[in-house]
Every structure is written in C-alpha cells, then in structure tokens.
T-cell receptor, first 118, second 117 residues
C-alpha cells in the first residue's frame, strides 16, 4: 500500500521569505500523480500544485514550485516570497495512475501547519 | 471552473436523527465523487468512493449502513448519516473528479460541520 509522510507538523516563515515543506512517499508503482493541497482556516481544500510522475520537469505555479525526486520518492513544496495569506495547513497527496479498487483516490499525508510572521 | 458545493455548511442535530449532506458539481459532470471525514487538526480520511449510477465503495471500517451514499446523477451525490450519535460529529468533505476535466485532479467542496448533541 502507498503511504505519504510529512515529517514537519509545523513550520514558520517570515513574510517575504522562502520556505520548503517536505513530503516523502512510498510506492511500488511507476506511474502516479502527486499533489499539494492547501487548507486555510475556512477548511476549503485548495489545489496548489500537481506533478505527474512521468514528467522530470518540476511543476511550478507562480510562487509555488516543487522539487520532485522520483528515485528518492521525495516531493517538497517551495513557497517563495511568502505572504500572510499562505498561512494554512498544507497536505501532500498521492494518487495512483492505475484505476482499480481505489478508483484513483487520494492518499494524504498528515499535513504541515504553516505560519507566516509579519 | 471546477466548483464543488456542499449543503448544508453546518448542521446540529439530536442523537438518533438522520442527516443528509449534499455535494454538487456546479460546472462539470462528476463521474466520481469521494467522501472524506476530517477530525480537528488531522488529515482527511476517505470514507467512500461513488460513481454515478453505481453502489458506493466503502473503505475498511466505514459502516455502509450508517453512512448511506447515493450518486444518482452526474452532478449530485448525497451522504446520509443515519441514527447519528455524538461520535459522528466531525467535518465531512466531498470531492469530485469529472468528465472533460483533468482526470487526475479532485476538486473539493467547502465541507460540512456536523454536530450531534
């Protein structure tokens, strides 16, 4: 079974600085997707960024970028120029590319709570 | 695009009553919908997966007779908590994955906070 591990329960960053959130995963599959979701105090889950495992190029979305190391099974999220609105819980998630009994559901890590200091 | 709504956003009910939560995809057809449960300061726990017109697939440990899921159309799935008890109090979130969208991405509803007295 696949697992997702976020080893940092809490992180803090100064406004305008850069922070990196860690995520590792375990799988025997070769084709899959990885995601970072943000959950602010409103508790609405918001997709931040996604990565296809078959793509070597790291995904980027404005101030958010990932460092995807497939061999190491690592998928970290870098937030540049941090803003107060970035404060939230961040969840790393894995999804198999193969449809089966799970029908491609997401497997979440336990989350990292990010605080942004003004 | 890709908006998912949930109704109600919060509900308080008495122990023993049943509560229905609706999940709607507003601007796309959702072939698959997922129901999650989230306890305070914890991650999302998948309860069940439903495909339109089919019976839901429940995760191990989730009582299918207690958490009834219906996915009657491509834009609507409902979760009914039957004979609710205080231990069912939680935050319930649905997500949807649909036709004509990137099939690898789930879009989430805003969640429903259930409190059972």
């Amino acid at each position: 079974a696949q697992t997702v591990t976020q080893s940092q329960p809490e992180m803090s960053v100064q406004e305008a600085e850069t922070v990196t959130l860690s995520c590792t995963y375990d799988t025997s599959e070769s084709d899959y997707y990885l995601f970072w979701y943000k959950q602010p105090p409103s508790r609405q889950m918001i997709l931040v960024i996604r990565q296809e495992a078959y793509k070597q190029q790291n995904a980027t979305e404005n101030r958010f970028s990932v460092n995807f190391q497939k061999a190491a099974k690592s998928f970290s999220l870098k937030i540049s120029d941090s803003q107060l609105g970035d404060a939230a819980m961040y969840f790393c998630a894995y999804r198999s590319a193969y449809y089966g009994g799970s029908q491609g559901n997401l497997i979440f890590g336990k989350g990292t709570k990010l605080s942004v200091k003004p | 695009g890709a908006v998912v709504s949930q109704h109600p956003s919060w509900v308080i009910c008495k122990s023993g009553t049943s509560v229905k939560i609706e999940c709607r995809s507003l601007d796309f057809q959702a072939t698959t919908m997922f129901w999650y449960r989230q306890f305070p300061k914890q991650s999302l726990m998948l309860m069940a997966t439903s495909n339109e017109g089919s019976k839901a697939t429940y995760e191990q440990g989730v009582e299918k007779d207690k958490f009834l899921i219906n996915h009657a159309s491509l834009t609507l799935s409902t979760l009914t908590v039957t004979s609710a008890h205080p231990e069912d109090s939680s935050f319930y979130i649905c997500s949807a994955r649909g036709l004509a969208l990137s099939t690898d991405t789930q879009y989430f509803g805003p969640g429903t906070r259930l409190t059972v007295l």
